[in-house]
């Protein structure tokens, strides 16, 4: 699903979603982000409100612990709540119901570096940005569906996202575009029958 609604720039607003989104999964869920300042603003205006509820959220760059205790805590609690960026995004296995949602902040487009630039120079920017874009989407969904059994949710709260990079996602994946209401509304129905 792609939220249509949320200004991802207004980070009150994309830590509302969260912290909604992730109440209506009861936890299981994954918070993906694209820099660290984000993750830890977000993880600031969620954590208490979400504990009151009885969630636990884990924190890449904010908890303390290397990512791997972080993911073997998140693995063991299936009600909890993981908070990460890219080294979470890329090649993390999650089966069963420990993770059955996932929420990226925005589209993972490349950062400007001098390397990026001179790719981009000889393969066209276009072409290789939108490839870079793909690959970090097709990471990040990758780690909902890890076994015949599991079944999820995959989020992105950027109303940016074009059209072209929706290739990036499994052909029988079901992608609409809808305002947070009825993405929460879907999480609870599909996530908690």
Same mark, same amino acid.
């Given at each position: 699903m792609i939220v249509n609604d949320v200004n991802r720039n207004d980070l009150d607003q994309v830590a509302a979603a969260y912290r909604e989104l992730f109440f209506a999964a009861n936890g299981g869920s994954l918070g993906l982000f694209t820099a660290i300042q984000r993750l830890r603003a977000v993880h600031g205006k969620i954590f208490h409100p979400l504990d009151k509820l009885g969630l636990k959220v884990y924190s890449q760059h904010s908890d303390g612990l290397n990512l791997s205790t972080l993911i073997d805590i998140f693995r063991m609690e299936e009600n909890s709540c993981l908070l990460g960026t890219d080294a979470a995004r890329d090649g993390v296995d999650i089966p069963g119901r420990s993770l059955r949602l996932i929420v990226f902040d925005r589209v993972p487009w490349p950062r400007p570096a001098i390397l990026n630039k001179a790719r981009?120079?000889?393969?066209? /920017?276009?072409?290789?940005?939108?490839? =870079?874009?793909? *690959?970090? =989407?097709?990471?990040?969904?990758? /780690? =909902?569906? /890890?076994?015949k059994t599991d079944k999820g949710i995959f989020i992105l709260l950027d109303p940016g996202m074009p059209t072209r990079l929706l290739t990036a996602f499994p052909k029988e994946a079901v992608i609409t575009r809808c305002n947070?209401?009825?993405? *929460?509304?879907?999480?609870?129905?599909? =996530?908690n029958p």
């Open positions: 981009q120079e000889l393969f066209g /920017r276009k072409t290789y940005t939108d490839m =870079l874009t793909k *690959i970090k =989407l097709t990471q990040a969904f990758g /780690r =909902l569906i /890890r076994s947070l209401e009825d993405a *929460i509304n879907e999480v609870k129905t599909f =996530l």
